[in-house]
């Protein structure tokens, strides 16, 4: 295998921060009649602690072989110095060590609409105005459950949690929207289900490659995605030493543009925290 060579200033500007995504914000007026952005209260608990970049490689990609794409990719000068992560005293910092071993799984990546989503209007998750009902408070792993959506998401023993199956919640646009909806450990959850909604269809826009069929006009997505943990002499070191289902880094990959984008979070305190 020729080891691919990556660069994270091919792609002009990179990524670096999910807090330019629109779709992270409430425009309304001031009143001066100014436009006001508002960072949405589900996002804030994961500002600061949530990152996205943008790498370039220049050999093709082949599915098969994604242990060694991984491990070189993790491996890489560019990647390595510059792959942002959090330390434990919640610093960014950048990877900086040697890899040694890495785990990826490969993420479904095949819906190419918002319509997977209209199940939760039927079954008493979402009304049709689009509030989400609410619910007694449970906590689940450190996550405060209060309404019917998050225990759809979370609890196997939820009325509804059959709405969605186990090979609809291994989608890449499943685990988009439930990291979403979980957001940090203080997070002010949304009453309605549309910025939810709104943030993952304009992320997975942002991160997922599509082409269409010339013939049928359909659109199929190109991209492959992973989810990525590494290991150095030391133990876990990415996305952090902690494990938790909200800490994630997932690679995005277009094998076209030769393109990997990395979605990063580590669960904690965001950034209005304190």
């Not at 295998?1 to 309304?28: H, I, N, Q, R, Y």
């Not at 220049?58 to 510059?82: I, T």
């Not at 939760?120 to 979402?126: D, M, N, Q």
């Not at 997975?204 to 659109?219: A, I, M």
Request: charged content about 25%; overall charge negative.
């Amino acid at each position: 295998m020729v080891v691919a060579a990556f660069g994270a200033g091919l792609l002009g500007p990179p990524l670096t921060s999910l807090e330019e995504f629109s779709c992270c914000k409430d425009t309304s007026r001031g009143e001066g009649g100014e436009d006001l952005c508002i960072i949405r209260g589900f996002y804030r608990s994961m500002q600061g602690r949530i990152t996205a970049q943008a790498f370039g490689f220049d050999q093709p990609f082949k599915p098969y072989q994604k242990d060694e794409f991984v491990m070189a990719f993790f491996n890489d000068q560019n990647v390595n110095s510059s792959l942002r992560l959090l330390s434990a005293s919640g610093q960014w910092t950048t990877l900086g060590s040697k890899v040694i071993d890495i785990e990826a799984t490969v993420v479904p990546c095949t819906q190419t609409s918002m319509s997977f989503f209209d199940r939760l209007y039927s079954e008493g998750v979402v009304r049709e105005t689009g509030d989400i009902v609410k619910c007694y408070d449970d906590c689940y792993d450190d996550i405060l459950i209060s309404d019917e959506l998050r225990k759809v998401l979370l609890l196997e023993d939820s009325d509804h949690y059959d709405l969605f199956s186990q090979l609809d919640r291994q989608e890449f646009l499943f685990c988009l929207f439930k990291h979403l909806c979980i957001g940090g450990t203080l997070c002010q959850f949304e009453d309605v289900v549309d910025p939810y909604l709104e943030t993952t269809k304009a992320l997975y826009k942002d991160l997922v490659s599509v082409r269409k069929d010339p013939e049928t006009k359909e659109v199929h997505i190109i991209s492959t995605v992973f989810r990525v943990s590494a290991y150095d002499d030391h133990g876990l070191c990415y996305p952090s030493s902690k494990s938790h289902q909200q800490t994630f880094a997932y690679l995005i990959v277009d094998p076209c543009k030769r393109h990997v984008h990395t979605l990063y979070h580590c669960f904690g305190g965001g950034l209005f925290s304190n």
